[in-house]
């Protein structure tokens, strides 16, 4: 399996990062990871994050900013991860009536498109980044995820698949992979188990299979693999990024 580089997530570092940025890029650094995906900027500058990203050598691989931050101040907000190195930005989720079939649909669609452009002007890339509704199915029967990347507007954005969501969601991660080889540049990583509820583990502890979801990744064109895990049932957070990480070396 050809190597890729792996960058956390730092929505699964959250309060760590906050309270101590610096610290928390620097512990993350040392486990090896190679960059970072933000999610926020905890109170700094862009200048800021990215000197203290540089200091620990950790790459601005991407960011995950909302829609509406987008529509508030779309050169203002572009501009400052173009500042701080990314290259990727990620549309975090989008619902109700931005989705499929709702109200604010084609005018979601539209300026999705024109975030995208900028975002090219700037060297970066627009992403999507799926949860699980997007697997729901549409009038036609094929799948909702499918019919927003099939749209026109939507030719330039490409897709952050996260296979925990794609699994739980009903579709086979590896399947989803190769259907967007080359569409796909970031891949999330994130395992879990299923009792009553979705519990996310840390890497190597649930049923992803995360062994068989590296390699298609890698196969289908990834440039990173990026640990997320939203929440934490068993151990801390910092315990389980160093344990995804440890798990994807073995591979």
Same mark, same amino acid.
């Given at each position: 399996?050809?190597?890729?580089?792996?960058?956390?997530?730092?929505?699964?570092?959250?309060?760590?990062?906050?309270?101590?940025?610096?610290?928390?890029?620097?512990?993350?650094?040392?486990?090896?990871?190679?960059?970072?995906?933000?999610?926020?900027?905890?109170?700094?500058?862009?200048?800021?994050?990215?000197?203290?990203?540089? %200091?620990?050598?950790?790459?601005?691989?991407?960011? &995950?900013?909302?829609?509406? @931050? !987008? +529509? $508030?101040?779309? /050169? =203002?907000?572009?501009?400052?991860?173009?500042?701080?190195?990314?290259?990727?930005?990620?549309?975090?989720?989008?619902?109700?009536?931005?989705?499929?079939?709702?109200?604010?649909?084609?005018?979601?669609?539209?300026?999705?498109?024109?975030?995208?452009?900028?975002? %090219?002007?700037?060297?970066?890339?627009?992403?999507? &980044?799926?949860?699980?509704? @997007? !697997? +729901? $199915?549409?009038? /036609? =029967?094929?799948?909702?995820?499918?019919?927003?990347?099939?749209?026109?507007?939507?030719?330039?954005?490409?897709?952050?698949?996260?296979?925990?969501?794609?699994?739980?969601?009903?579709?086979?991660?590896?399947?989803?992979?190769?259907?967007?080889?080359?569409?796909?540049?970031?891949?999330?990583?994130?395992?879990?188990?299923?009792?009553?509820?979705?519990?996310?583990?840390?890497?190597?502890? =649930?049923?992803?299979?995360?062994?068989?979801?590296?390699?298609?990744?890698?196969?289908?064109?990834?440039?990173?693999?990026?640990?997320?895990?939203?929440?934490?049932?068993?151990?801390?957070?910092?315990?389980?990024?160093?344990?995804?990480?440890?798990?994807?070396?073995?591979?």
């Amino acid at each position: 399996m050809m190597k890729l580089p792996v960058a956390v997530q730092l929505y699964s570092v959250r309060e760590q990062a906050a309270a101590d940025f610096d610290a928390a890029m620097g512990e993350l650094a040392r486990m090896g990871y190679g960059g970072v995906e933000l999610a926020g900027l905890y109170g700094k500058s862009p200048e800021e994050i990215r000197a203290v990203l540089d %200091r620990w050598g950790l790459k601005a691989v991407s960011a &995950h900013v909302p829609y509406d @931050e !987008f +529509a $508030r101040d779309l /050169e =203002g907000t572009v501009e400052a991860y173009r500042k701080i190195g990314c290259q990727y930005a990620a549309v975090p989720y989008l619902g109700g009536d931005r989705w499929y079939g709702g109200s604010q649909y084609q005018e979601t669609l539209s300026f999705l498109a024109v975030i995208a452009g900028k975002c %090219r002007e700037a060297g970066m890339q627009l992403l999507y &980044h799926n949860h699980t509704h @997007e !697997f +729901a $199915r549409t009038e /036609e =029967g094929g799948c909702q995820l499918d019919a927003f990347y099939g749209a026109a507007e939507t030719a330039e954005l490409a897709t952050e698949l996260d296979l925990c969501w794609v699994k739980v969601g009903g579709a086979d991660p590896a399947e989803y992979l190769r259907r967007y080889s080359g569409r796909c540049p970031l891949v999330h990583m994130k395992d879990f188990v299923r009792g009553d509820k979705v519990t996310l583990v840390a890497l190597g502890d =649930g049923e992803l299979g995360v062994g068989e979801a590296a390699a298609q990744a890698a196969e289908s064109g990834a440039e990173w693999l990026v640990v997320e895990q939203d929440d934490h049932h068993f151990g801390s957070p910092m315990e389980n990024m160093k344990k995804s990480i440890d798990c994807l070396k073995k591979l």
